[in-house]
C-alpha cells in the first residue's frame, strides 16, 4: 500500500483559494485511483472529488461541482485538489485516500488514507 501525506490546508476567507497536495510514497502511485473526502465535526466522511490512476475520468460532489478541480502528476507521486470560490460550509478536514479497487465515491472501498488537513473557510 501507498502512504499518503496532506499538505496545503489553512485559514481563508469565504471566496478564497487553497490547494491541496497529496503526497505518495512506498508503492506503484500510478496504478491507484485517488480521491479526495471530507470530514466536518460531527459528521461521516464525505465524498468530495476522485481521478482515475490515469488522470483521464474525474468525479466530483455535486457541492464542489465548477469550484473544485483535482488533478495529478504520476511523475511526481502526488495528487492535488484546487479549491475555488470556497464557502464556509467547505469548512472541514480533507483526506486523500487511494484504492487499487475502480475508482468510487464510497470510503470503505479505499484503502490508504493520509492523516488529513484543516480547512477552514471564515464568512
Known amino acids: 500500500q501507498v502512504q499518503l501525506v496532506e499538505s496545503g490546508g489553512g485559514l481563508v476567507q469565504a471566496g478564497g483559494s487553497l490547494r491541496l497536495s497529496c503526497q505518495a510514497s512506498g508503492g506503484t502511485f500510478n496504478t491507484y485511483n485517488s480521491g479526495w473526502f471530507r470530514q466536518a465535526p460531527g459528521t461521516g466522511r464525505d465524498f468530495v472529488a476522485a481521478?482515475?490512476?490515469?488522470?483521464?475520468?474525474?468525479y466530483y460532489a455535486d457541492s464542489v461541482k465548477g469550484r473544485f478541480t483535482i488533478s495529478r502528476d504520476n511523475a511526481k507521486n502526488t495528487v492535488y485538489l484546487q479549491m475555488n470560490g470556497l464557502k464556509p460550509e467547505d469548512t472541514a478536514v480533507y483526506y486523500c485516500a487511494a484504492t487499487r479497487w475502480a475508482i468510487t465515491r464510497t470510503a470503505n472501498q479505499y484503502n490508504s488514507w493520509g492523516q488529513g488537513t484543516q480547512v477552514t473557510v471564515s464568512s
Open positions: 481521478i482515475t490512476w490515469s488522470g483521464g475520468s474525474t
